[in-house]
């Protein structure tokens, strides 16, 4: 490898949503800093087998409805 080029990898503290903390080599902060994770394989339903619904928040599914409501859907 070629010096000074690489990037400098480092152990940091990744909270996960349950609150757990774990440590992980990256070159992601600096040595020590914590990331917290917002979705993660304890939480995310591709990992955990769960269904996901359809969320409207904005109205935008009912809005959608509305418009096109005439066309038969």
Known sequence: MQKDIHPDYHFID???T????????????????QMALDIDPL???AWTGGNSRLM??????SK?????????F
Do not use: I, Q
């Not at 757990?20 to 902060?29: A, C, D, L, P, Q």
């Not at 409207?56 to 599914?61: A, I």
């Open 14 to 16: 990744v909270k996960m």
């Open 18 to 33: 349950d609150g757990s903390v774990h440590k992980f080599r990256s070159t992601w902060g600096k040595e020590g800093e």
């Open 43 to 45: 939480a995310h339903p």
């Open 56 to 61: 409207d928040t904005g109205g935008r599914v």
């Open 64 to 72: 959608f409805k509305n418009k096109y409501a005439g066309l038969g």
